[in-house]
């Protein structure tokens, strides 16, 4: 997959809502499960959300189910990210994912089960 991202930096106040999206130009889109991570300074990348291919179904980290949404447009080939009530804790490094092989039933939740990122976006959220 070769992505787009909307763009490379993004600076907000806690409580803010920004959305993220990554755009993909392989036609083959609709075939993969998406996810996003998110990598802070000094950690290792972590799980964010994910979405099943076709279903729609959704999976989130506990530390943000409630606040993100993760969705996605098959015809537009893109997967967002809604992230609302930001938290300085969620300043991190944020990679859209495809999964590392199309038409799987369910989405991982480990980066080495992706074979696909965007280039990320830096989301830094000020106290």
């Known amino acids: 997959q070769v992505w787009q991202v909307e763009s490379g930096e993004e600076l907000v106040p806690a409580g803010a809502s920004l959305r993220l999206s990554c755009a993909a130009s392989?036609?083959?889109?609709?075939?993969?499960?998406m996810a996003w991570f998110r990598q802070a300074a000094g950690k290792e990348r972590e799980f964010v959300a994910s979405?099943?291919?076709?279903?729609?179904?959704?999976y989130y980290a506990e530390y943000v189910k409630g606040r993100f949404t993760i969705s996605r447009d098959n015809a537009k080939k893109t997967v967002y990210l809604q992230m609302n009530s930001l938290k300085p804790e969620d300043t991190a490094v944020y990679y859209c994912a495809a999964d590392a092989w199309p038409y799987r039933s369910v989405p991982g939740r480990t980066a080495r089960e992706y074979g696909s990122w965007g280039q990320g976006t830096q989301v830094t959220v000020s106290s």
């Open positions: 392989d036609a083959t889109f609709s075939g993969y499960n």
């Open positions: 979405i099943e291919r076709t279903s729609g179904r959704t």
